[in-house]
């Protein structure tokens, strides 16, 4: 192997050139250009859901999920520990507190069956996190969300084109949110969208992107919002993106079809989940989890790869080990075994839109090399 396997590459060689320049000869290159009503009018139809509103990048899209909801201070909100930050930020930031769970250890999402036990009095919500490329079991939260009367926030920032149950990821949440950085399955550079069939969340939501600037007395505030625009370029972006989703949904299951063949027999390397029984993974990317017992963990895995030439991340670094929660004394004692382990154990390999079968035999191959100590 010669040049180095990014961890991951976009294509964008369908008519991304066609509407950016559309962009550029017509002057729209502000958020008040035409391509950002249409890609939120699109995005939500794909998604089954009525509003979609364009933000600057996923993380802004689940801070206004949780300002919108009115979490705030001594609210509960039930949530995996395995995630990224940005689930949790915003709900700290308001004084509101993230009660974890644990993930489940074959699909890595947050175990649902630990939810229940941890509704209180004050607990406001739940959010589901669709991690790597299959769903969250979504049915027994969302029963549990309505027993309880508690809001359902659906981080699928993953989860493009994924189903549960034949019904599209996105589509669960009161507000729904998606992220769409460029190892996306779609992608406008940095955005995100905000999904919801609430016209007074959705009216909310696009108030919270734009500064709550209010239309008749523009500059005068009833409340803080953010500048969370996305600019018509992005916009053109996921147009020509989401045009190919179906495509590129099928594109990551090849690549994940391919990794796990080559990959069944390594030793001591658990592979992702191809199915569970009530969805396909879409591999948004190839996790893999290296067993103790090869004498490997992600950082050392990850470095023999390195030298290699090939690109890796590690796996999520759980919420309840997080120093800044710790200084703050937030998750005192708290334990979550799975969490703690599979991010010790687990990285992903280059799974990319752009990623050649060739590529993809060449990680392989070199990932059975460091299991089997070839480069010792
Ligand atoms: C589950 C999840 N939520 C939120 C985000 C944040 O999205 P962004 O990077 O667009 O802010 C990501 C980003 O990778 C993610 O994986």
């Known amino acids: 192997m010669t040049d180095f396997i990014p961890v991951n590459e976009p294509l964008l060689d369908g008519n991304e050139r066609k509407y950016l320049l559309q962009c550029i ?28 509103i364009a933000v600057s990048n996923g993380t802004a899209a689940i801070d206004a ?7 705030g201070a001594g609210d509960e909100v039930i949530m995996p520990t395995f995630t990224i930050i940005s689930c949790i930020s915003q709900i700290v930031r308001n004084g509101g507190v993230p009660v974890l769970v644990d993930s489940d ?17 004050r607990t406001k919500a739940i959010m589901i996190v669709h991690i790597f490329g299959l769903p969250v079991d979504v049915e027994p939260v969302l029963d549990i969300a309505k027993r309880h009367n508690l809001k359902v926030i659906e981080d699928a920032a993953e989860m493009h084109g994924q189903t549960y149950k034949g019904k599209p990821c996105g589509s669960f949440g009161d507000i729904s949110t998606f992220s769409f950085y460029p190892n996306k399955h779609i992608t406008t550079g940095e955005g995100g969208m905000i999904l919801t069939d609430d016209d007074a969340l959705a009216e909310t939501c696009r108030s919270l992107r734009n500064l709550c600037f209010q239309a008749q007395k523009r500059f005068v505030h009833e ?13 053109a972006l996921g147009l020509a993106q989401l045009e190919r989703l179906d495509e590129f949904v099928e594109r990551k299951r090849r690549m994940g079809a391919l990794y796990t063949e080559l990959l069944r027999d390594a030793p001591g390397l658990q592979l992702p989940l191809p199915n569970t029984n009530y969805a396909e993974n879409i591999y948004w990317v190839f996790g893999v989890v290296v067993d103790e017992s090869s004498g490997l963990d992600a950082e050392s895995a990850m470095k023999k790869l390195a030298e290699k030439g090939v690109g890796t991340r590690p796996f999520f670094y759980p919420m309840h080990l997080q120093p800044v929660f710790r200084k703050a004394g937030l998750f005192q004692g708290e334990e979550h075994q799975v969490a703690a382990r599979i991010s010790q154990q687990g990285f992903y390999v280059p799974s990319g839109m752009a990623l050649t079968d060739s590529q993809v035999r060449d990680v392989a191959e070199a990932v059975k090399q460091i299991l089997n100590g070839a480069n010792a």
Request: overall charge neutral; glycine content about 8%; proline content about 3%.
């Open 25 to 52: 000869e017509t002057g729209w290159i502000s958020s008040e250009g035409p391509f950002v009503k249409e890609f939120e009018e699109k995005f939500a139809a794909r998604m089954g859901r009525k509003h979609g």
């Open 223 to 235: 409340r803080l919002g953010w500048n969370m625009r996305m600019t018509n370029m992005q916009a």
């Open 65 to 71: 999920a949780i300002e919108a909801l009115n979490i």
């Open 105 to 121: 250890p074959l699909t890595w999402n947050m175990d649902v069956t630990q939810i229940e036990a941890k509704i209180t009095t």
